[in-house]
DNA sequence: TCAAGAATGTAGCACAGGCTACATTTCAGC
DNA sequence: GCTGAAATGTAGCCTGTGCTACATTCTTGA
């Protein structure tokens, strides 16, 4: 069924269903990011620690997003990011960072930032990341 | 691996997941609620148009909700909410308008805040609500 | 009343993303 | 250089959530 030929509320639950697929991408080009700044290398360990799974799943997971062009591994080498990988990661950490300043703003407690951006991150149009700016600004005007 | 062995990152992820898998609960009898007050029956075909999926992905769905205890059904009563099922509905429904009415305060469009509502609505702690809250009676005062 | 179309249900497939158990590879310290 | 532990990888399982193809059952209009 084409998108178009979906009613509005099914097009908006068809949109959830895919931005779901590309959480688990996100996620992970962003926490590989983090760690090759940090460390210069990212292991499937540090990863198995950062998302609390067995690494099994890590390592299915890299599969998947080497398939998919966003990374490559190599044993010498380890797990570096391609350009469009690394492009994704950097996207995401900004937005992440909105959201959880927004959060703070609002008045939300660090901790419960985090963890909220967390879930709601994937899921917000370029519209409301606007409006997010948008108030940050107001309240850093006074 | 015991939630409170891991580190808080991994338990922010780990709430995710759990928040993913409560969604599709909650979507569908927030639907099939809205669609017993309307009709005052809900049918496999009028879920198969909400959310755009096949009739046999609803039919699943439901298969598993009538297993956790939220819904009911018959041939002849059709598809009726548990206590349970009702209450989780009204709860999502009442979150749901919360959202929404946040982010038409904040400046986003209807039709921007019904479709990011739907993303982000499973994934807010109280505490994030709450300043939700605060910032629309504000908004209103002012 | 009965035949066609709508609604519902079943069988069986795919893939994502979890897991444990077992195998191999790498690396550090003696 | 060897050995044991850490890291990585493989095999094979489960569940959720999507699908198409094929029944079956219900409903409705001629």
Redesign the interface.
């Known amino acids: 069924?084409a998108d178009d030929t979906?009613?509005?509320?099914?097009?908006?639950?068809?949109?959830?269903r895919r931005?779901?697929n590309d959480?688990l991408a996100e996620?992970y080009v962003e926490a590989i990011h983090g760690l090759l700044e940090e460390n210069e290398q990212a292991r499937v360990t540090d990863l198995q620690?950062?998302?609390?799974v067995s690494h099994v799943s890590v390592i299915r997971a890299l599969d998947r997003l080497e398939a998919r062009g966003l990374l490559e591994r190599s044993r010498k080498e380890g797990i570096r990011l391609s350009a469009e990988g690394q492009q994704m990661a950097q996207e995401s950490a900004r937005r992440h960072e909105l959201v959880v300043k927004f959060?703070r703003v609002?008045?939300?407690?660090n901790?419960?930032?985090?963890?909220?951006a967390?879930?709601?991150e994937?899921?917000?149009?370029e519209?409301?990341l606007r409006?997010?700016r948008?108030?940050i600004r107001q309240r850093e005007r006074g």
């Open positions: 069924m979906l009613k509005p509320v099914a097009q908006r639950h068809e949109r959830v931005q779901h959480e996620d620690g950062i998302f609390g959060l609002l008045g939300v407690s901790t419960r930032a985090e963890a909220d967390e879930g709601i994937h899921h917000l149009s519209e409301t409006a997010m948008r108030l």
